[in-house]
C-alpha cells in the first residue's frame, strides 16, 4: 500500500504511512493452497478534492 500510494498518488512515505494508518481498510483472505493474504484498501473519496469555492 505504501508503495502503490507513493507511486501512483505522488506521496512521500511517510504521507502515505499516516494516510494508511488511519483510512485503510484491511481484509483478510485464504487462498486455496492454504496461505492466507492480506489486503488493504482506501476508498477513492479520499483522493477527491473539496470543490472549490
Do not use: C, W
Not at 500500500?1 to 512521500?12: A, C, N, P, S, Y
Not at 499516516?18 to 492466507?36: C, E, R, W, Y
Amino acid at each position: 500500500m505504501i508503495d502503490f500510494l507513493v507511486t501512483e498518488k505522488r506521496l512521500t512515505r511517510d504521507e502515505a504511512y499516516m494516510l494508511s494508518s488511519v483510512a485503510a481498510d484491511l481484509q483478510i483472505t485464504q487462498l486455496v493452497d492454504g496461505n492466507k493474504g492480506v489486503h488493504a484498501m482506501i476508498p477513492k473519496a479520499v483522493f477527491v478534492s473539496p470543490p472549490r469555492k
